[in-house]
């Protein structure tokens, strides 16, 4: 099994000495599409899955998910969470076993979603359907002085409910100078790139596990595809993410680093539980 870079104690000693208001930001990733963001004093969590629930609910099925990385913190050790985002309601993006204990341990949280998935997110989390704060494609809202921007995303299609809210978004999120994108599950679409390209992307954090009609799950773009999407929305950085979690639903990220490569696109492979600092990059346009 793979072993995180830092995991527990390591990890949350990193999170706390970095802890400074210098204006840059810093992000961990804690697989599959799991980020942690800081930012002066803030922290969020995007579509953290810090639990065995998958694996357990298909061990004893044609489809186990096996996993392929250990485990890199309890989520109830995260008492620092100032915002989580969700960006659609499968259980590795929205996950009741990470998700409660992270609305135990911060009682103002605030829970960032897609607006068509209200009621299952009350459901599943066993929240009031009020407590969340619903996006949809085009929408915007401002969080502890960030502003989080939906952009829809197609996993594999640009699903809609029936008043025609996205149920798959990523987010753009907005803070002083910086500018980071985090897709969820997503393939290219027509004018995907086109929309982002405003958004001056410092970051961008994108899957790369693919997609194959004998995994029997939706998918998402392959190496080669997130690079190149990168590449057009002009991100400064692409980090890849969504995948070494389950042994039937991943990629080797060696297709992507050659495609950044020959398309001059700045790009870094972390590992579990790395971190990233901004430092690296220069903000703005």
């Known amino acids: 099994m793979i072993q995180p870079v830092q995991s527990n104690e390591a990890l949350l000693r990193d999170i706390q000495a970095s802890n400074r208001n210098d204006g840059a930001f810093r992000l961990w990733w804690l697989g599959q599409s799991g980020f942690l963001l800081q ?27 096996v996993r392929m ?38 009682p103002t949280v605030k829970l960032v979603i897609p607006e068509a998935n209200r009621a299952f997110v009350a459901e599943r989390l066993r929240i009031a359907p009020s407590k969340p704060i619903g996006l949809d494609d085009g929408g915007s809202v401002e969080i502890c002085g960030m502003r989080f921007f939906g952009i829809a995303s197609a996993h594999e299609s640009l699903d809609r409910d029936e008043k025609g809210r996205a149920k798959y978004l990523g987010y753009v999120l907005q803070f002083g100078s910086w500018s980071i994108y985090h897709s969820g599950d997503t393939i290219r679409y027509e004018q995907m790139a086109e929309k ?11 899957p790369i596990n693919g997609r194959a009609a004998e995994r029997r799950v939706p998918g998402n773009l392959f190496g080669q595809e997130a690079a190149q999407l990168a590449k057009d ?33 700045p790009f ?17 346009g």
């Open 233 to 265: 929305i002009r991100a400064k950085l692409v980090i890849p993410c969504h995948y070494q979690m389950f042994e039937f639903n991943s990629a080797s990220p060696r297709e992507f680093g050659e495609k950044c490569q020959t398309l001059d696109q």
């Open 196 to 206: 982002l390209t405003s958004f001056q992307i410092d970051v961008a954090l994108l």
């Open 268 to 284: 870094e492979l972390l590992r579990c539980g790395e971190k990233w600092q901004s430092q690296r990059v220069e903000p703005g």
């Open 39 to 65: 930012w002066n004093g803030t922290h969020v969590l995007l579509d953290p899955y810090l639990s065995d629930s998958l694996t357990k609910k298909y061990g004893q099925t044609d489809k186990p998910h």
């Open 69 to 106: 990385t250990a485990l890199v913190v309890d989520p109830a050790r995260l008492s620092f969470v100032d915002i989580v985002a969700s960006t659609h309601n499968h259980t590795d993006h929205l996950d009741a076993e990470t998700l409660c204990p992270i609305l135990d341990r911060n």
